[in-house]
């Protein structure tokens, strides 16, 4: 079975510092994705990952993927406020149906 | 253009009412997805269709789950002699069968509460 994890579940950090999310999976996957949900909102897409090595960044957001040790990082720089959210990763469970197995998501708050 | 759009939003049930859930998918997207989310859960997954078949539904939690997308467009889950379990909130995605990233796009979602 398919299990996705990440930590910390929980993250207060102070604004303008770095840290990292990382969400390790059991099974093989060559796509990975990353979601932002605001409270009392649905998923916003921020990364799609489709092969070893893939980086992507967007503002002060970067993931990277490494399916050999099955591990994604979703790395903050100089964080915001506006950054408060829960962050999910979601592996493609490639069984032919391409459900997501989501992880249990990394509740971040960015203190002023 | 359109995103993935859900009916109702917000839904109070008695336990033991039956409820329907309605999910209007991206023009064009084939597959379509179920999922709910508990409080501070992450979503985990229903069942799928790919167009109008129902390829998967081996997250259905129980008999009293029922997912249908006649037409191969809009789905309905039906959720039959509510329980207080069953209060989360059902988020429904759809995506291109074979596009390149087979990303899903989410709806807002519908809360569900059994009281």
């Known amino acids: 079975e398919l299990k996705v994890e990440q930590n910390p579940l929980f993250l207060s950090m102070q604004e303008g510092k770095n840290y990292t999310i990382y969400c390790n999976y059991s099974t093989t996957s060559d796509r990975l994705y990353w979601y932002r949900q605001d409270p009392g909102k649905s998923l916003e897409s921020l990364f799609v990952?489709?092969?070893?090595?893939a980086v992507k960044q967007e503002g002060r957001l970067m993931a990277s993927l490494d399916t050999k040790a099955r591990l994604s990082t979703l790395h903050i720089t100089a964080a915001v406020h506006d950054l408060s959210a829960t962050y999910f990763c979601?592996?493609?469970?490639?069984?032919?149906?391409?459900?997501?197995?989501f992880g249990t998501g990394t509740r971040l708050k960015v203190l002023a | 253009g359109a995103g993935v759009s859900q009916s109702p939003r917000y839904k109070v049930a008695k336990r033991g009412q039956d409820v329907a859930l309605r999910c209007d998918p991206i023009s064009g997207h084939v597959s379509l997805f179920w999922y709910q989310q508990a409080l501070g859960q992450g979503p985990e997954f229903l069942t799928y269709?790919?167009?109008?078949?129902?390829?998967?539904k081996s997250g259905l939690p129980s008999d009293r789950f029922f997912a249908e997308r006649p037409e191969g467009s809009v789905s309905t889950l039906k959720i039959q002699r509510t329980q207080q379990e069953d209060s989360a909130v059902y988020l429904c995605?759809?995506?291109?069968?074979?596009?390149?990233?087979?990303?899903?796009?989410f709806g807002p979602g519908t809360r569900l509460t059994v009281t």
């Open positions: 979601a592996v493609d469970g490639a069984s032919g149906t391409y459900k997501y197995i």
């Open positions: 990952l489709l092969s070893n090595g």
């Open positions: 995605a759809s995506s291109l069968v074979g596009g390149p990233t087979y990303e899903q796009y």
């Open positions: 269709f790919q167009n109008e078949a129902q390829l998967d």
